[in-house]
């Protein structure tokens, strides 16, 4: 079965160091994945898809198919940057997307 | 990327009622998607809405407690049915977007009392 796993309910740093947010999946063929964010009263977003390669906002996320992993990394957090992530996975039939259970990210001046 | 409207944003309901949801589109999109969010949970895929035919709907979730409706492009609805406190949750909309993933309305809290 397709699924994604977030170890972390919930991750507190300091702002100005470093953030990883983990995420591993299990999926058999090659895999779609993405990072949405919500921030406080604001709907879903797309952070980021690992086929764009792109950062956002200075985070950057990396496919990993040898440990199965896509973890949200930034450098230097910032206060703003304080939200719940998800990573998601694309299902490979029908175009649909697979949660995990999200991360609260809190970031502490 | 394709903005969507979704209302109500919340709502406060009987048991035993129906409440139907409605997700507009700015633009026309192949496949509309339904997902629940239960509190303190992730998202989960209700079922995914098409155009022209019945909805596909996922494994727990079935037709007679969410009624869909897809009349055009730009447009469809949820229903949930006969609702109890289990039904409360944030119910959420979400269409592909071509360049930019998948896009979600702001979703609509519905708690059942």
């Known amino acids: 079965a397709q699924r994604v796993t977030q170890p972390e309910k919930l991750l507190s740093v300091f702002k100005g160091a470093p953030v990883e947010l983990k995420c591993n999946y299990s999926?058999?063929?090659?895999?779609?994945l993405f990072w949405y964010v919500q921030y406080s009263r604001q709907r879903l977003q797309l952070l980021l898809r690992h086929i764009s390669r792109e950062s956002i906002k200075g985070f950057t996320a990396d496919l990993n198919k040898g440990e199965t992993s896509f973890h949200l990394k930034k450098p230097f957090a910032q206060e703003e940057d304080s939200a719940m992530y998800y990573c998601a996975l694309l299902r490979e039939y029908g175009n649909k997307l697979v949660f995990g259970a999200g991360t609260i990210l809190r970031v502490k001046s | 990327s394709a903005v969507i409207s979704q209302k109500p944003s919340r709502d406060i309901c009987q048991r035993g009622t129906s409440l139907t949801i409605q997700c507009q589109v700015d633009?026309?999109?192949?496949?509309m998607f339904w997902y629940r969010q239960q509190p303190g949970q992730s998202l989960t895929l209700i079922a995914t809405a098409n155009q022209g035919s019945e909805a596909t709907y996922e494994s727990g979730f079935v037709i007679d407690k969410f009624p869909i409706s897809r009349p055009n492009l730009t447009f469809s609805t949820l229903t949930v049915s006969n609702m109890s406190p289990e039904d409360s949750s944030i119910y959420l909309c979400?269409?592909?977007?071509?360049?930019?993933?998948?896009?979600f309305g702001s979703g609509t809290r519905l708690t059942v009392v």
């Open positions: 979400s269409v592909e977007a071509r360049d930019s993933g998948y896009t």
């Open positions: 633009s026309q999109v192949t496949m």
């Open positions: 999926y058999s063929g090659s895999p779609e």
